[in-house]
């Protein structure tokens, strides 16, 4: 079946450093959204990409959606102690209607 | 924030009972998913729903039930807990024509 892969697993960074997530799918994605969860929290959505090779920001945060859209990329400038948590993408295939969660990025941020 | 409520937050209980999570939600969306999820871990889809009446089974193999009676009201039913099903448990729901999903808090279910 479909599978949505993460790297890397964990990512312990300073403040101030910089952070990237990739995401991978096995299948060609109609979308793909990008969730955080923090410590002990839920999933909160932050975007939705739909268009190859498309750019979205969020002030320090950076989303891409790859030509092939069958990869994706979350991008932290000059991270700091509030993004800590796991970062999870989540594709939507053309031929199912069903979110599949990728396996999350947690991310350490020490001060 | 979205408006999804999930009780209890946390539930221990012994092996062999009967439990059922509740979850419901004030926006009127027509889609609901059952996650579940084991700390630091991914997200697993047990349940879903596209509307009332509408139940199905997710990607992950569950012994649990459900049911849409209500649009508002998802719950989640384990006839016989095992502990094997201590894990958390997340509700979320999503708009007729959108798929971004908003979370409850979840229930952390420990059976001992």
């Known amino acids: 079946g479909q599978q949505v892969m993460q790297i890397p697993q964990y990512q312990h960074v300073q403040e101030g450093e910089d952070f990237t997530t990739y995401c991978n799918s096995s299948?060609?994605?109609?979308?793909i959204q990008w969730y955080k969860q923090r410590p002990g929290g839920h999933p909160v959505f932050l975007i939705q990409?739909?268009?190859?090779?498309e750019v979205k920001k969020q002030k320090r945060l950076t989303f891409q959606f790859g030509e092939a859209k069958k990869n994706s990329s979350l991008h932290i400038t000059a991270t700091q102690t509030t993004d800590v948590g796991t970062y999870f993408c989540?594709?939507?295939?053309?031929?199912?209607?069903?979110?599949?969660f990728g396996t999350g990025t947690r991310l350490q941020v020490f001060p | 924030e979205a408006d999804i409520y999930q009780t209890p937050r946390y539930l221990v209980i012994g092996t062999g009972k009967k439990i059922t999570l509740e979850c419901s939600q004030t926006m009127g969306h027509d889609k609901m998913y059952w996650y579940q999820q084991d700390p630091g871990m991914e997200l697993h889809l047990i349940h879903y729903s596209y509307g009332v009446n509408s139940t199905e089974k997710g990607d992950l193999s569950s012994e649990s039930t459900v049911s849409r009676i209500r649009t508002e009201h998802f719950p989640l039913t384990l006839e016989s807990a095992r502990p094997s099903h201590t894990s958390q448990y997340l509700c979320a729901s999503s708009g007729q024509w959108s798929y971004e999903q908003y979370f409850g808090p979840g229930t952390r279910l420990t059976v001992t």
């Open positions: 990409l739909v268009k190859s090779g």
């Open positions: 299948t060609t994605l109609s979308n």
């Open positions: 989540a594709g939507l295939s053309y031929n199912t209607d069903k979110l599949i």
